[in-house]
């Protein structure tokens, strides 16, 4: 499809004799290139000679009456004078080398016009496509070999290509011509509605053109007002310069003056009192000698007092670190085009465990009018030893949302990317542990950790830390091995003490610690134990508590927080601003988010639970345990794959309950002292706090 010589589309194409072909252009140059003077042109692809006759002049020759002298016969000392012209040679041919033209193999199918015609009109073929003979064989190209795409003679054919699928030549050229013309009609439906895409192409890059500009000159005035402020800055500094060093220059002159004058003093005295001693009339020098006397006393007292070394430091120090600013500056600004704000993971992110070999899904909220960008969403797991594991995006232009699909193929550490473009969506990258599935049926009791108080809480840190909180008025921190670590807070009611700390809940390296009796939540440093802030006080109004229990996160930087007398959940940021209320129908002592977003709120006296869209405004659904009520239910935790583990106690006895996500148990727990909160570690352990026993029993 390409001419072998500028390697674009043929325009005019021309096939040689040796059947390279060329543009009818590129052929002309490469006639000039060759500069020679007769007619013959060399293949640009295999040197092969073809004469390309001048057909004006030819027309001439034979038409005229004068005597045409034999080509082939010229390069002797003699020539017979010339009876035919042949078109395919371009020579001109006596009677003697006509009959050895057509004694020849290659050459006796060769055009031969006769010179005794002298006809005006006579058709000559500038290159005549003739037979083709074999450059292995003295045989021509009669046969087609379908197999290997190429013209063959019978030599090769009874040798090489006998057992192909093969044909004589004229019947498949016959047959190509006809493909050809097929294939041209299947086209032509091609053309119409590509040049209509080329022209919304076209527009669309006008589009990008103008938004391109505009973009630039947006960044351009940007940048002069940011210059504007450096330049202002700069004078300013340049200013403060001038107003120290000008006070410092002040301050050096005043200690100068009095140095120039104590010298000019010192001079005038020495030399008054070395003039009148040597004067001879005693009366005269007893006159002055009190005045000179002093005052160069006085000038001995003024050196003694006057401080030789300059007060003053001829420092001016500045402070010009630009690495900070550098940074802000190369991280400044942001060129898109989408609005990554736009985009955030709206469900998923509650629960931070996944389990290796099954698909953990996540929905992807994206602005109103899904548009094409949505398109270039791409997610991806990293696992902690820097290995990927592509994920699946699915569209779902119904709601304007996109799944996130992922299934991690290891056990271990995680994290999740949700990018457009290369840019990352809000909340992205999240942390996961992927943990092996766990078989609830087969649930046994591992290790206690001893508070020593009675304990309503418990929460479990990524680094293995268990954290439990006690009626002694601090939250205890153990080891992975249940050896007690540290404790965070002490008895009182100022900043960072508690009175009854009841539930308690880690996002990332934050501990929020609800108080039963102060009615506030406080937050604190995990590692470190460090107070950082408190919001809520008794009351019924938006932000305040009335005996605040469990706690949960849905992972999107909102916790929700079991108000149980105000029979409610409340919706705070992590810095404790308010959000929302869920009104649930009697006092909720706990709550967790489910990997859809959904909330569930344990009511403690209607034994049962209640589910709340995940925005918190639709009641969606009532469940409690078919094999066996939640009677005086206390603390709810849901795993990845969505089983449900509930603690109550009734009349002395207490229980775990599992349910699976269709709501059927599959476990139950019986042994336990009065549990209160549940909590998963990385692995998808639980731990309960047991109020009776005074410990946390993991599971």
């Known amino acids: 499809m390409t001419c072998e010589v500028c390697s674009e589309y043929y325009t005019e194409p021309l ?33 092969t000679s073809v004469n390309l ?84 064989h003295p045989e021509k190209l009669i046969y087609y070999c379908n197999d290997c795409n190429k013209l063959v003679c019978q030599i090769c054919l009874n040798i090489h290509h006998k057992s192909h699928n093969y044909n004589y030549y004229l019947d498949e050229g016959d047959a190509a011509c006809e493909a050809l013309k097929q294939s041209v009609a299947s086209c032509n439906g091609v053309i119409p509605p590509v040049t209509e895409a080329i022209a919304n192409g076209e527009k669309m890059l006008e589009q990008i053109a103008t938004r391109k500009e505009e973009v630039r000159q947006e960044i351009k005035e940007t940048f002069e007002e940011l210059k504007a402020v450096l330049d202002k800055r700069c004078n300013d500094l340049l200013m403060e310069t001038e107003e120290i060093a000008s006070a410092k220059r ?24 070395s003039s009148v001693s040597e004067r001879t009339d005693p009366g005269e020098v007893l006159s002055v000698k009190k005045l000179i006397t002093n005052q160069l006393e006085e000038c001995i007292e003024e050196y003694k007092k006057l401080p030789l070394e300059l007060e003053e430091k001829g420092a001016i120090l500045t402070h010009l670190d630009t690495s900070s ?26 629960i931070p465990l996944a389990t290796v070999k099954k698909e953990r899904k996540f929905k992807v909220s994206l602005p109103a009018g899904i548009d094409k960008a949505a398109n270039y969403l791409k997610a991806s797991f990293i696992k902690s030893d820097g290995s990927k594991e592509e994920g699946r995006v699915v569209i779902v232009n119904d709601n304007n949302t996109a799944i996130v699909s992922c ?11 949700v990018t457009i473009r290369g840019h990352h969506i809000k909340c992205s990258p999240y942390q996961l ?35 439990a909180s006690s009626n002694g008025g601090f939250v205890q921190v153990f080891s992975e091995d249940g050896t007690a670590v540290r404790k965070i807070g002490s008895k009182g009611d100022v900043n960072g003490q508690f009175d009854w700390p009841w539930g308690l809940l880690l996002v990332g390296d934050r501990l929020y610690v609800s108080d039963n009796y102060l009615h506030r939540v406080q937050y604190f440093s995990a590692t470190t134990g460090q107070y950082i802030g408190q919001f809520g006080s008794k009351g019924n109004g938006n932000g305040q508590f009335y005996h605040p229990r469990g706690m949960s996160t849905d992972g999107k930087g909102n916790i929700l927080i ?21 009104q649930c129908d009697d006092g909720a002592t706990d709550v967790a988010v489910d990997n859809e977003g959904k909330i569930h709120v344990i009511i403690r006296d209607q034994n049962h639970v209640q589910v709340f869209s995940p925005d918190g405004k639709t009641h969606l659904d009532t469940y409690n345990n078919p094999a066996g009520n939640f009677t005086y239910s206390r603390g709810i935790a849901i795993d990845d794959e969505g089983y449900i583990i509930v603690s109550v106690h009734n009349s002395g006895n207490s229980y775990l309950h599992v349910l699976s996500p269709e709501r ?10 009065d549990p209160v909160d549940l909590a998963l570690d990385k692995d998808g352990n639980i731990y309960v706090a047991e109020y009776g026993n005074k410990c946390i029993a993991k599971y």
């Not at 299934?407 to 990317?417: H, K, M, V």
């Not at 049926?441 to 304990?455: D, E, I, P």
């Open 15 to 47: 096939m040689l004799p040796c059947l390279h072909s060329f543009c009818k252009k590129c052929l002309i140059k490469a006639k000039e290139k060759q500069g020679s003077a007769d007619t013959s042109l060399k293949c640009p692809t295999c040197d």
């Open 53 to 136: 006759p001048d057909e004006a002049s030819i027309k001439k020759k034979i038409v005229s009456k004068e005597v045409i002298l034999c080509d082939k016969c010229s390069v002797d000392d003699f020539s017979d004078a010339a009876v035919v012209y042949c078109c395919d040679c371009g020579q001109f041919l006596c009677d003697l080398c006509k009959k050895v033209h057509k004694r020849s193999k290659k050459k006796a199918n060769h055009e031969l016009i006769s010179l005794e015609t002298k006809e005006s009109r006579i058709e000559l073929s500038a290159i005549n496509y003739g037979a083709v003979y074999c450059a292995r």
């Open 250 to 273: 002040n301050y050096v002159k005043k200690q100068l003056d009095r140095f120039h004058k104590l010298v000019k003093q010192v001079s005038h005295g020495r030399y008054l009192a």
């Open 325 to 350: 600013l550098s940074k802000e500056i190369n991280e400044f600004g942001n060129v898109s085009e989408v609005d990554i704000a736009a985009y955030s993971i709206d469900s998923g992110l509650a």
């Open 407 to 417: 299934t991690p193929q290891s056990i271990g550490g995680y994290e999740l990317s």
């Open 433 to 467: 542990s992927v943990k092996a599935s766990r078989d609830y049926t087969t649930l046994t009791n591992q290790r206690s950790f001893n508070v020593g108080k009675t304990t309503t809480g418990v929460a479990v840190h990524t680094n293995g830390e268990v954290f």
């Open 562 to 582: 079991a108000d149980f007398n105000n029979k409610r959940v409340q919706v705070f940021k992590e810095d404790g601003t308010f959000v929302q209320v869920i």
């Open 664 to 673: 059927k148990q599959v476990k139950l727990v019986s042994g336990l002292s």
